[in-house]
C-alpha cells in the first residue's frame, strides 16, 4: 500500500476469509453416565481454514465445560474472539458478576475497568451505537450469576489458566450476525433468546473510524487455546 493509504481494516480481512460465514461440523460424540465428549470443525467459509474444537462436560456439583481450541496451519489474519455462545431465554436479562467493570473492558480499553462485584440489565451492559456493533465484554470474569424477573436461575464460574487468566463475558439481546446485518437500532427486534458469550479471549476494539486500526499488542492472532467453567443453579 502507499504512503497514506490504509491498508485492509480488520473487519475487511475477516470477511475476505469468511469469518462471516463459518460453518460447523460435528466430528465425534462419545459419553457416559457422568460426561459427554464432542469435537467439532468449524470452518471458514470457501477456503481451506478451519479449527478444531473440543467440548469436554462432565458432572461435579453442577456442570463442568473444559473447551480446547486447536488452528489449522496457514492462518494470516486475527480472529474477532475465541469463546463459545449459550442460547438463554429471553426473560434472562439480569447479570451481577465479580469481575472487572462496570463498564465494558476489551484489551485496549481494561485500563478504564477495575475488579469488583457488579450488576446490571442487558440493555445497561451494552452501548447503544448508532450503528451496531460488538459491545460489551467484561473481561476477568471469576463469578457470574444471570437472573430474570422470577430471580437468579444460573451461575457461571471461571477457572484461572497456568498464566492466571480467566475468560470474559458478554450478555446481549442479539447475536453477532444480527449487529453485523443491522445498520441502524430500529432494524434490530428482540427474539425468543438472550445470548451470553464466554470468550477467553477477544480482539481489540481500535478506533479505525476516526484513527489507526488496533494496536498489535491488543490484536487476537490464532493459536491454540484451553479454557474451562463451571454451571450451577442458584
Do not use: K
Request: net charge negative; aromatic share 10%.
Amino acid at each position: 500500500f502507499g504512503e497514506g493509504v490504509p491498508g485492509p481494516s480488520s473487519e475487511q480481512r475477516w470477511r475476505d476469509r469468511g469469518l462471516d460465514r463459518l460453518v460447523h461440523r460435528l466430528d465425534h460424540l462419545c459419553a457416559d453416565d457422568d460426561q459427554l465428549l464432542t469435537q467439532v470443525r468449524v470452518g471458514a467459509a470457501g477456503n481451506n481454514l478451519f479449527v478444531d474444537v473440543t467440548y469436554h462436560w462432565w458432572r461435579t456439583i453442577g456442570l463442568a465445560l473444559l473447551v480446547n481450541v486447536v488452528p489449522s496451519p496457514g492462518w494470516d489474519c486475527t480472529w474477532p474472539r475465541v469463546g463459545v455462545r449459550f442460547d438463554l431465554p429471553a426473560e434472562l436479562r439480569h447479570a451481577s458478576w465479580f469481575g472487572t467493570g462496570p463498564n465494558e473492558s476489551y484489551p485496549d480499553t481494561r485500563r478504564a475497568a477495575r475488579v469488583g462485584r457488579f450488576a446490571a440489565d442487558i440493555d445497561e451492559l451494552n452501548v447503544a451505537y448508532s450503528r451496531p456493533q460488538e459491545t460489551g465484554h467484561r473481561s476477568d470474569l471469576r463469578e457470574l450469576v444471570i437472573s430474570g424477573a422470577g430471580g437468579p436461575q444460573l451461575s457461571v464460574t471461571t477457572w484461572p489458566n497456568e498464566q492466571l487468566h480467566r475468560p470474559g463475558f458478554t450478555l446481549s439481546a442479539y447475536t453477532p450476525q444480527q449487529l453485523d446485518h443491522a445498520r441502524h437500532p430500529c432494524e434490530l427486534s428482540a427474539g425468543d433468546h438472550v445470548y451470553l458469550f464466554i470468550d477467553d479471549a477477544v480482539h481489540g476494539i481500535g478506533s479505525r473510524a476516526c484513527g489507526v486500526d488496533v494496536l498489535p499488542e491488543h490484536a487476537l492472532w490464532p493459536g491454540p487455546r484451553e479454557f474451562g467453567m463451571e454451571f450451577g443453579e442458584v
